[in-house]
């Protein structure tokens, strides 16, 4: 394998160079340990699980985070989008702080595909 020529090395910095640049616009640094994508997504707060489905028109994806604070009417409200062709994405605790199950996800996972 013959060594790089000079114009090569100095092209290849170059690349690297922009790649570099391009990664640090697109790129946001969080706790100078983890790199995650820029991306803004509009989220509505509610109050119940009821208040999910009345919104089910104006998304055709529904992601729901800290699930176990939901009341159990997520389960019904998460398998009536799944029917209608809606994908849900569900993050939540599982369990509390003492091991014991927490609010209705293990219902969810078990309703998960």
Same mark, same amino acid.
């Given at each position: 394998? $013959? *060594?790089?020529?000079? !114009?090569?090395?100095? %092209?290849?910095?170059?690349?690297? *160079? %922009? =790649? +570099?640049?391009?990664?640090? +616009? %697109? &790129?946001?640094?969080? *706790? @100078?340990?983890? $790199?995650?994508? /820029?991306? $803004?997504?509009?989220?509505?707060? &509610? !109050?119940?699980?009821?208040?999910? =489905? +009345?919104? $089910?028109?104006?998304?055709? &994806?529904?992601?729901?985070?800290?699930? @176990?604070?939901?009341?159990?009417?997520?389960?019904?409200?998460?398998?009536?989008?799944?029917?209608?062709? +809606?994908?849900?994405?569900?993050?939540?605790?599982?369990?509390?702080?003492?091991?014991?199950?927490?609010?209705?996800?293990? /219902?969810?996972? &078990?309703?998960?595909?």
């Amino acid at each position: 394998m $013959k *060594s790089p020529t000079e !114009e090569e090395f100095e %092209e290849s910095i170059k690349e690297l *160079s %922009e =790649y +570099k640049n391009r990664l640090e +616009k %697109e &790129v946001v640094t969080i *706790s @100078q340990k983890l $790199k995650m994508p /820029q991306r $803004k997504i509009k989220s509505i707060i &509610v !109050e119940s699980s009821d208040e999910i =489905y +009345k919104l $089910k028109d104006s998304a055709d &994806v529904f992601g729901i985070d800290e699930a @176990q604070f939901f009341d159990d009417g997520i389960i019904d409200i998460a398998n009536k989008l799944a029917r209608e062709d +809606k994908r849900i994405v569900i993050a939540g605790l599982d369990k509390d702080y003492t091991g014991k199950s927490f609010g209705p996800i293990h /219902q969810l996972l &078990v309703d998960a595909e």
